[in-house]
Each structure stands twice: as structure tokens, then as C-alpha cells.
């Protein structure tokens, strides 16, 4: 069976800092890869997402970058913190476009 | 307006009720649709996805797509507490990207 993997659960991080969260998915190969911010009292915000090793589609200008060295790992990044990355970050895959997507458990960041 | 409207709530019902949540939009090239049910503090969990018009069924939960009135719903039958959590509603044309509802906080009270 197919299982998604996010980790940390939790990140307490200093403005101006890096960041790397990662996503790895099992049990199945070129998955559809995405990375969601959720805001409190707001929706999903779709932030990246990559159909293929390599291929990254950027939704939101902003201070974050993703990648994707392998075909079952997303990974998300930012060189400097801002207080307004704080937030719960959501990576998701779904194997094409007639499934739903798979939510990991996801990490929420507070930029302090 | 929003692309994608949900009622915040939150909706409290006494255990046993039938609930109704629902979603509406504004883009009639939208034709997949889902719901979403999210416990606090973690990742949203799929529940029901359809494609088009009409309705699917899965257990005590129904969903319904009315794409002439761009309106979606999800019923949930003998609600219990365990289905207190925040629902989300998305949907797409069909590309790769999924356009998500801000969520409806609902809470069964035993």
C-alpha cells in the first residue's frame, strides 16, 4: 500500500533562518507531488507541485522553493525565514488526475 | 468573489442528526470534487471524490453535486462525535490543481 511521510511535526525556527521540510512517498513510482500551506482560518493555499523528477510548477511568488532529486521525494525550502512563514505546510501525492489527493500529516512551523 | 465558498460554522448538531455541508463556486469548468474531513492538528483525510453530476455513496456519508447550480454537498447520516472536525470542499477542472474551500467546523454533541 501507498503512505506518504512528512516530517517534522513541528518546527520552531528564528527569522532569517533556512528551512528543509521533506516529503517522501512508498509504494508507488511518478506520483503527482504537492506542497499546501494552510493559514489559521483560511483555506489550502497550493504553493508547489511536480508531475516528474526535476519538474517544479511555482503557484505563489514567495519566499520558498521546492525540488524534487528523486521520483518519490519533495522537498521544501527556504534560504531566509519571514514571520509570515509560519504555518502548516501539507505535502500531498496523488498517482494521476482521476484519484484524490493523499495529505501527509504535516509540520507546522512557527517563525518566531 | 472567491472561486470557492464555504461556511466557516461552526455547526453543532446532537448526536444521531443527519448533517448537511455544503460548497459553492463560481468556475462551471470545475467537474472533479471532493471532501475532506481534518482533525485539529493534522493533515486532511479524503472522504468522498466524484467526477460531475450526481451523487456517491460511502457508508453514513453522501455526497451530491449540483454543477447547474454550482453547489456541492456532503451529508452525513447518524452523526456521531467522533465526526466533530473541520470539512473542506475542493475541486478542479481537472488539471493539477485543486482549488480548496476555507472549511466548515462542525461538532457532535453527545
Known amino acids: 500500500s501507498q503512505t506518504i511521510h512528512q516530517w517534522p511535526a513541528t518546527l520552531v525556527q528564528p527569522v532569517g533562518s533556512p528551512l528543509s521540510l521533506e516529503c517522501t512517498v512508498e509504494g508507488t513510482s511518478n506520483p503527482n507531488l504537492y506542497w499546501y500551506r494552510q493559514a489559521a482560518g483560511r483555506g489550502l493555499q497550493l504553493l508547489f507541485y511536480?508531475?516528474?523528477?526535476?519538474?517544479i510548477s511555482s503557484e505563489v511568488p514567495q519566499n520558498l522553493s521546492a525540488s524534487r532529486p528523486q521520483d518519490r521525494q519533495f522537498i521544501l525550502s527556504s534560504k531566509k525565514l519571514l514571520l509570515s512563514d509560519s504555518g502548516f505546510y501539507l505535502c500531498?501525492?496523488?498517482?494521476?488526475?482521476?484519484?484524490?489527493?493523499?495529505f501527509g500529516s504535516g509540520t507546522r512551523l512557527t517563525v518566531v | 468573489q472567491k472561486e470557492v465558498e464555504q461556511d466557516p460554522g461552526p455547526l453543532s448538531v446532537p448526536e444521531g442528526a443527519i448533517v448537511s455541508l455544503n460548497c459553492t463556486y463560481s468556475?462551471?469548468?470545475?467537474?472533479?470534487f471532493m471532501w475532506y474531513r481534518q482533525y485539529s492538528r493534522k493533515g486532511p483525510e479524503l472522504l468522498m471524490y466524484?467526477?460531475?453530476?450526481g451523487n456517491k455513496e460511502d457508508g453514513r456519508f453522501t455526497a451530491q453535486v449540483d454543477k447547474s447550480s454550482k453547489y456541492i454537498s456532503l451529508f452525513i447520516r447518524d452523526s456521531q462525535p467522533s465526526d466533530s472536525a473541520t470539512y473542506l470542499c475542493?475541486?478542479?477542472?481537472?488539471?493539477?490543481?485543486?482549488?480548496f474551500g476555507t472549511g466548515t467546523r462542525l461538532k457532535v454533541l453527545a
Open positions: 475542493a475541486m478542479s477542472e481537472g488539471t493539477y490543481k485543486y482549488i
Open positions: 500531498a501525492w496523488r498517482p494521476n488526475r482521476a484519484y484524490g489527493y493523499t
Open positions: 468556475n462551471s469548468a470545475f467537474q472533479y
Open positions: 511536480s508531475v516528474g523528477i526535476g519538474q
Open positions: 466524484t467526477y460531475s453530476s
